[in-house]
């Protein structure tokens, strides 16, 4: 039998997976998390959740996934996450078999993670639902490219990211002579690219949730003030206005997801538009970052799925501050002073301003994972990191 108050993540131990362990147990949950891959933690430092198990590969056969279904009922697991939509689907799949009796998984259905696998289907949505989007080219792997005398740079993503080999998230080019190279480098594969323009500026992120029987849902926007690379450093709050928020309700309704999820736009600020660039229908890579900001993330996916688990807990995180990851800052910092800016970076007009900002953002902010009141999950996050 499930105990309603013990929760479980399965995944590597990255600084999302130590946020929901951090959480969870700050608001009064047990918790048992299922480690794919990495270090196994040691005695001490795998402390950090009440059951923990260690599965060594890094990806799940479903004889894997079945073991952890025996696990989760042999010590009464009410609800289990996971970051990675791959792994959603197997755990999904072993629920059909018969898997995960007791245990409710804090999960879209399978077709709403196919339904967003595609991120031309998801443009088409967003401009359904009001949205500012890009001019949007495609293309087949494998075809003619007359269609590649367009405005440059442009920036391609896959459309289904499991079907490209090999694998990427985007590549920005600034010519067609590059973009033929790069597309000739790609595997003819069943999925397709898309073509965007590329806004150099600021990004977006708006986190949203939304109660699986759609009676509440809850946005909160970020802005990333230090981008590196073409990823973010550092977020702050940022004001959301009702034209987007609704604009993310109607992307909802239409789509039927439920749970935790996140936009991504770009914001041109010369033009003052913010363009949507996708939806990633899980927890994910900004949500350490939220949590150390303020926004309780993972409380709000469990709030989503199961209620009677948080005792109306959500109002517990109010307050919202700027947040960094300082070894992100220190590798920017340090770079500014050693090469010039890049495109890809924010801000990119001033290497002293880029210098100043990640400064600031290593002396001043809050780290999305470091944190004084746990030192046994820093400790165990550096063992994942080789430090």
């Known amino acids: 039998m499930s105990h309603p108050r013990l929760v479980g993540i399965l995944g590597p131990l990255g600084p999302a997976q130590l946020a929901c362990l951090r959480s969870w147990h700050g608001s009064g949950l047990e918790v048992a998390f299922f480690h794919l891959g990495g270090r196994r933690l040691s005695f001490k430092t795998s402390h950090i959740a009440d059951i923990y198990s260690y599965v060594a590969?890094?990806?799940?056969?479903?004889?894997?996934?079945?073991?952890?279904?025996?696990?989760?009922?042999?010590?009464?697991v009410a609800a289990l996450a996971t970051l990675?939509?791959?792994?959603?689907?197997?755990l999904c799949a072993c629920r059909q078999s018969g898997g995960f009796p007791e245990t409710h998984l804090l999960l879209?259905?399978?077709?709403?993670?196919?339904?967003?696998?595609?991120?031309?289907?998801?443009?088409?949505?967003?401009?359904?639902?009001?949205?500012?989007?890009?001019p949007t080219w495609a293309y087949a792997i494998g075809s003619a490219y007359e269609g590649l005398d367009i405005d440059y740079p442009v920036v391609f993503r896959p459309d289904v990211a499991r079907l490209v080999r090999p694998m990427f998230k985007s590549r920005m080019v600034s010519s067609r002579f590059e973009a033929l190279q790069f597309i000739s480098s790609l595997s003819a594969s069943a999925s397709g690219i898309i073509a965007q323009p590329f806004i150099s500026g600021p990004n977006l992120v708006i986190h949203g949730a939304r109660a699986v029987d759609g009676s509440w849902d809850h946005h909160e926007a970020f802005i990333t003030e230090i981008k590196f690379n073409g990823l973010a450093v550092s977020l702050k709050p940022y004001p959301l206005s009702a034209n987007l928020l609704e604009c993310c309700r109607q992307f909802e309704k239409l789509t039927g997801i439920n749970g935790v999820f996140h936009y991504d736009f770009v914001i041109d600020e010369r033009r003052g538009s913010e363009y949507f660039l996708e939806l990633n229908p899980r927890l994910g890579g900004t949500t350490a970052k939220v949590y150390a900001a303020g926004y309780d993330e993972p409380l709000h996916l469990l709030a989503a799925h199961l209620p009677s688990a948080i005792k109306g807990a959500l109002g517990n995180r109010q307050q919202r501050r700027p947040v960094t990851s300082r070894i992100a800052a220190v590798k920017c910092a340090i770079t500014v002073v050693q090469r010039p800016l890049s495109v890809l970076d924010y801000p990119a007009d001033s290497r002293l301003k880029a210098l100043a900002s990640a400064c600031k953002a290593m002396l001043t902010y809050s780290d999305e994972v470091f944190?004084?009141?746990?030192m046994p999950g820093n400790i165990a996050y550096l063992t994942q990191i080789g430090v």
């Open 57 to 76: 590969p890094s990806t799940l056969s479903q004889e894997c996934v079945a073991d952890i279904s025996d696990l989760c009922a042999k010590h009464g």
């Open 108 to 134: 879209n259905d399978p077709q709403i993670y196919s339904l967003l696998e595609s991120k031309f289907e998801q443009r088409r949505l967003a401009e359904q639902s009001g949205f500012p989007v890009l």
């Open 84 to 90: 990675s939509e791959n792994l959603a689907l197997k």
């Open 371 to 374: 944190s004084v009141s746990d």
